[in-house]
């Protein structure tokens, strides 16, 4: 069995045969005289003791846990693609179909819904912490569902606020530098909370389900601000609707309206100077 040896001079490290133990010799670097310890001098280092219940052998009954790594599969990656292209496929077929933009409302927040959970899972298997076992199957699926009805429902207060005050996002830059903030705040608690990410790749997070949205409503040619619908211009040559004008009293009647008017000036003339 070598014995380890290591040089009090120089620090260096080596083996010997076991019977030059105790004896002193040179080092084979610096060629300082050093004194070779015994086998019984030796440090040895043992494995801890397996804890928890024995068999008859005194073997562990309980293996520990071992961690498996969750990667992005191949299979995944091309399901992502493949959603990505069909999405974008259909936002340029509501183009054709509602040209200029005027994509009705209930479809628009049918879309926000619909994309929530792809987005959410395909986000959170980009941003999760490696150090942590990821949620799969029936956990990720209920973990899945506060981003999935949080994150349409930030579209909604956004579109109330805005439509409750009157204001128009984008004619309006200071209400909109405050609104963003607190947008991906909101949806970064959520991501946090439900998905146990931290703060930054909680708010990444709603980051990628926010640029998404907007996109699709670029595609769709409207404007990037989820605002109330302008009221629709008249059509060409439709009938416009004309205010009566005030009638006017006849010739007649307005000459006695004078007249009654004068008497009445007289009789009140006459009766102050009584």
Known sequence: MPIDVTCANCKTRFQ????????KGPCPKCKTVITVP???????????????????????????????????????????????FV??????????????????????????????PPLALAAYTFLRDDELAPFTRRELILRLIAPSVVYPLIWGL????????????????????????VVIVIGAVCAQASLELEFGAAA?????????????????????????????????????????????????KKVSLLRERSLARVSEAATSAL
């Not at 907007?214 to 009221?231: D, N, P, V």
């Open 16 to 23: 010997v045969s076991e019977k030059f133990a105790g004896k």
């Open 38 to 84: 015994t086998v019984q001098e030796q440090v040895v280092i043992h494995a801890p003791e397996p804890t928890g219940p024995k068999d008859s052998k005194g073997q562990a009954v309980l293996q520990p846990l071992v961690r498996k790594e969750a990667k992005l599969s191949q299979t995944m990656m091309i399901v992502i693609a493949a959603s990505v």
């Open 87 to 116: 999405v974008m496929f259909a936002a340029l077929i509501l183009r054709i179909a509602f040209p200029n933009g005027t994509a009705p409302l209930p479809l628009l927040i049918v879309g926000a819904v619909l994309l929530a």
């Open 158 to 181: 956004y579109w109330f606020v805005f439509t409750y005050l009157e204001i128009n996002p984008a004619g309006n830059g200071l209400m909109l530098v405050f609104a963003i903030p």
């Open 204 to 252: 990444l997070h709603y980051c990628v389900y926010l640029a998404a949205t907007i996109l699709l409503r670029l595609i769709l040619g409207m404007s990037a601000y989820w605002q109330a619908e302008a009221t629709p211009p008249k059509k060409p040559g439709a009938p416009t609707k004309q205010t009566a004008p005030a009638k006017q009293p006849a010739p007649g």
